[in-house]
């Protein structure tokens, strides 16, 4: 990442609530981090910690209650869903936990997909998802839909499509989580192997610990709050990194004032 790492994404004061009622559900309740351009970044927590919902707000899928976040200097918070849809295009790569692959249409279609959207002329992009789907290791099932493939193989297509436009971030949500053990840490290697070579940002999001040694920083999710902050170190010889805490975060958080940016009905009614 070099001397100087350059932050991608910067989440301050964040809040997310959810009105039930006359109650107030804190899904994320004050967090702020930075992550920085070529870091494998995992969100790591139980279900129900608020992992998902922050990696929505990244995404821009979700709009926040109060704070900023500020992805390659833009307040994604304030734009418009054509911009949004725009700046996804161009930026953002997703790797969804069920796939989401179109049942329609072959591997190759899948992930030419984002470069349709991108205006790539046919021949060009059929050639960038025919060499993503290789790397990816599905060279002989180019023409396979995802019912005639394994799970392991509709994850692969599902990276091939994420990657394959080469954006700055990919956000992956529970990556692994419908796959057997040796499918995921093939899939694990897969996703940093190319994410490294090409200068790409990861935000996992993730409830299995074990997922955590893939990453180079853990934040440690419970309750909406980051609990604590951890680096891994890589550059070790023995067979499993070490983790090592950075950072501690105070858990007791000042009540919301009424003063915060937006309100939860504002946000209701925005979305």
Known sequence: ???????????????????????????????????????????????????????????????????????????????NETKLARFRQKYLGFVFQSYNLIGTMTALENVELPLVFKRVPKKKRRAMAKEMLEKVGLKNRLKHKPKEMSGGQQQRVGIARAFVAKPSIVFADEPTGNLDTKTTMEVMELIREIAHDNNQTIVMVTHDRSLAQYADRVIHILDGKVQSIDVVNHNMEDDEPEITETKKEETNVEEENDGTVGSVDDDNSAN
Do not use: W
Request: net charge positive; with cysteine; charged share 25%.
């Open 1 to 79: 990442m070099g001397d100087t790492p350059q932050k991608v994404i910067e989440v301050k004061n964040v809040r997310k609530i959810y009105r039930m009622g006359n109650e107030k559900i804190y899904a994320v309740d004050d967090v702020s981090f930075d992550i920085y351009e070529g870091e494998f970044c995992c969100l790591l927590g139980t279900s129900g910690s608020g992992k998902s919902t922050l990696l929505n707000l990244m995404a821009g899928i979700e709009k926040l209650t109060s704070g900023q976040i500020l992805i390659k200097g833009r307040p994604i918070h304030k734009l």
